[in-house]
């Protein structure tokens, strides 16, 4: 049974790895009650036309369309016009699905009339008939640039064209400086009872967020409301390349490596049981710790975090 | 066996109607030797892609994979993408398939990029292996716009969404005036051995053509050369509106009365032996007649047609 919870939550995520905590909140509290502020460093122009991988994630995820095996796209998808652009000779890297598609078209469209990009999330999330306010971080587009022995290159090419390979020396976000956070995102926060930091990529993920001007500030206004789950359990991510990326960025590639990211703006940090023995370092660094099981992989899971990060 | 044919050809033409022709042509001389003028009157832009739907049909017409039974659009093909456009409330009376989608996704993309409207067709009838050039009649957008009792609308809103119901009072392409034939119109009727007008609505796919500053004159000043095929055949469109599009607009709806609209261009005219009564009143109109059966249902007919033009 759900818990109606009527307090406002936040949470702050990137695309698959946030997506199962994020389903777990929709089904455990009034998702009307949950504001989520999405990065959108990882959006990208293909073929003319707007990506948006994680906003698209978390609303294919909450509208119960995602491909379940995958995290991402859409279920029972077909690459129809995929296989003809690429027979126009088009990048086809990037896998967009013919579903998927008419998001994209849809989006772009919106753009060219005049919408910011929170315009179209809201239009296709209703559209999706989710409950959950979704909200990119910024209208601008503040693209992650990730810089690499193979040179600088957007983020999308790094891990979707070149896999994760390229070793990173340096990770920008470019125009971030001079963007503003999207209508909604700082109140969100302000008002919220509790912000989640869900457990995805700090880098990549939250990293973007974070560097929108005064999203950390406003954090650190809240921060004994702040709750951030690691991403990182037993040394390994628990989806994507961010163990990899901390490694090479020398960061440590564990829970307490995380936790130093997080460290002035977040309350609570939340380890899994496998990184119990860098509880007292974390808490050293002046944040309450909670251990709870944080690898989900059933919708019982997902759930079981959900309503226990709730109950701390 | 095709008769190889080396002088050059060059063909207006619409769209569906053009196309039967034009695939009998295609097959029956050396397809490199054919150039093919296109109505791009018909073009609109639906969800931010630009449309060529007569460019398209031409296209997949003689790349083999349009829809035979439909005459228009790709063969075996899905719409998934446009069910999800309409779920996010965009029209969908424009049936896009996603196979066709990519073809809009790649001319936008490169329309974008600075490219000319005839440098998109180039690129997609190569990539798709259509040995035939085909021209866009110009590179300006040159909407048809019909006139009615309901106002005025964009062609494919009279002919698509409204059915071709609307009573036509008038017809306009707008911009006409300050547009210029694309590279290569003139030249390929000036050098051509012969031109063909194909078996197309008179007002509204070869009417554009000749609206574009300089065909018309191009044509006259080849009229001996001029061979055109007359689309309504015992009073009837072969398809499409144009016998009623005609009557409404004051006009015969018979061959004489395309005869009429073509006489100043025009050399030689084709019509059905069910027009053969009309023959003495349209050679009077100056033009040679010349009588052969238009109606093609079967590839035999098509290419039957086809070589029987060339022998005139």
Not at 12 to 27: D, F, I, R
Not at 185 to 210: Q, T, W
Not at 244 to 272: P, S
């Amino acid at each position: 049974m759900p818990v109606q919870i009527q307090q406002k939550i936040a949470a702050l995520g990137g695309g698959v790895g946030a997506s199962k905590l994020l389903l777990g909140l929709y089904e455990v509290i009034d998702p009307e009650a949950l504001t989520i502020i999405v990065n959108t460093g990882d959006d990208l122009v293909l073929h003319g036309l707007k990506v948006s991988p994680d906003l698209d994630i978390v609303t294919y995820t909450l509208a119960g369309i995602v491909d379940p095996l995958k995290g991402w796209g859409v279920r029972g998808e077909t690459f129809h016009a995929l296989k003809r652009l690429a027979a126009f000779g088009r990048p086809d890297w990037f896998n967009l699905g013919d579903r998927d598609l008419a998001t994209h078209i849809h989006r772009s469209a919106l753009l060219e009339e005049g919408k910011t990009l929170s315009e179209t999330a809201e239009s296709i999330r209703t559209a999706l008939g989710v409950k959950a306010r979704i909200l990119p971080m910024s209208d601008s587009p503040v693209p992650t640039i990730i810089e690499s022995n193979e040179g600088a290159m957007h983020f999308q090419k790094y891990l979707v064209k070149r896999r994760a390979q390229p070793v990173v020396t340096g990770i920008r976000f470019a125009g971030a400086d001079a963007a503003r956070p999207a209508p909604g995102v700082l109140e969100a926060v302000r008002e919220a009872s509790r912000i989640l930091i869900c457990p995805s990529n700090p880098l990549i993920s939250i990293g973007p967020i974070l560097a929108i001007p005064g999203v950390r500030e406003q954090l650190r206004a809240r921060k004994t409301a702040v709750f951030a789950v690691c991403p990182i359990v037993g040394g390994k991510s628990l989806k994507g390349p961010s163990d990899k990326m901390l490694a090479q960025l020398g960061y440590e590639a564990t829970a307490l490596g995380v936790a130093r990211l997080y460290a002035n703006f977040t309350g609570t940090f939340i380890i899994d049981p496998a990184d119990k023995a860098q509880a007292r370092a974390i808490s050293e660094l002046g944040m309450k710790v909670e251990i709870l099981p944080t690898v989900m992989k059933t919708r019982a899971e997902k759930r079981k975090l959900a309503s226990a990060l709730l109950a701390l």
